[in-house]
C-alpha cells in the first residue's frame, strides 16, 4: 500500500502486506485506512502509528468492498462468501464488532469485485450482484428490499442518488441502469 501526500507529490507511507489488497477505505478523520484483501479479513490500519492496530474476522471469503456509513460509526464489507457485514467501529465498542449480516447477493466463478455502498441516510445499504440483479436492503431489519433486473452480466458497483430514491448500477455487460427503490 502506498499512501501519496497531495501537498509534497511523494509517498508519506509505504507498507507491504503478505497478501494483495482488494478494497480499501478511509475513517471520516482520514487516520485510519480499511483495508480488505484476499486473506479473508479487514485490517484497520492507523495512519499515524503507521501500523496494523485491529483485525475485523468474519468473512470466510475474499473481501470485495469496503464503504463507510455518512455516520462514520459503520463499515460495510462485501466478500466473496456471498455475505455482506455491517461492522460497528465506533472507538470504544464492546462485544463483537460484526452486528448485522446480510445475505441474498452472490459472488461466481468470475470473481469480480463487487462494491457495496450507503444510502445517504444510512437506511439502506446496495451491492450488485453476480446474479445480474442489484439489491437493496434495509439497515434496520436486514430484509431485502428491492430487487432489480436489466443487467446480463455480474453488477459491479451501485451507487445511491442523495437526493431521490434512485440507485445507479453498473455492469460487466458495459451498461449503467438506474432504479427507483
Not at 35 to 40: L, R, S, W, Y
Not at 51 to 70: E, F, Q, R
Not at 125 to 153: C, L, M, P
Amino acid at each position: 500500500m502506498i499512501m501519496w501526500d497531495v501537498r509534497t507529490k511523494s509517498s508519506s507511507i509505504v507498507e507491504k502486506f503478505r497478501y494483495q489488497i482488494t478494497s480499501i477505505c478511509f475513517n471520516q478523520t482520514g487516520d485510519q485506512i480499511f483495508i480488505g484483501g484476499i486473506d479473508n479479513m479487514i485490517k484497520i490500519y492507523d495512519v499515524r502509528k503507521k501500523s496494523v492496530i485491529n483485525n475485523l474476522i468474519g468473512h470466510n471469503d475474499t473481501i470485495t468492498g469496503l464503504a463507510l456509513s455518512n455516520d462514520g460509526n459503520f463499515l460495510l464489507s462485501n466478500s466473496m462468501d456471498s455475505t455482506i457485514r455491517c461492522w460497528d467501529i465506533s472507538p470504544y465498542s464492546q462485544g463483537s464488532r460484526c452486528t448485522k449480516i446480510f445475505s441474498g447477493a452472490t459472488h461466481n466463478f468470475e470473481k469480480n469485485l463487487l462494491r457495496v455502498c450507503w444510502s445517504s441516510d444510512d437506511a439502506f445499504i446496495s451491492a450488485g450482484s453476480a446474479d445480474r440483479f442489484v439489491y437493496v436492503w434495509n439497515t434496520t431489519t436486514t430484509q431485502i428490499e428491492k430487487k432489480f433486473g436489466g443487467h446480463s452480466g455480474s453488477v459491479n458497483e451501485t451507487s445511491f442518488n442523495r437526493l431521490s430514491n434512485v440507485v445507479a448500477s453498473c455492469s460487466s455487460d458495459k451498461i449503467a441502469i438506474l432504479g427507483e427503490y
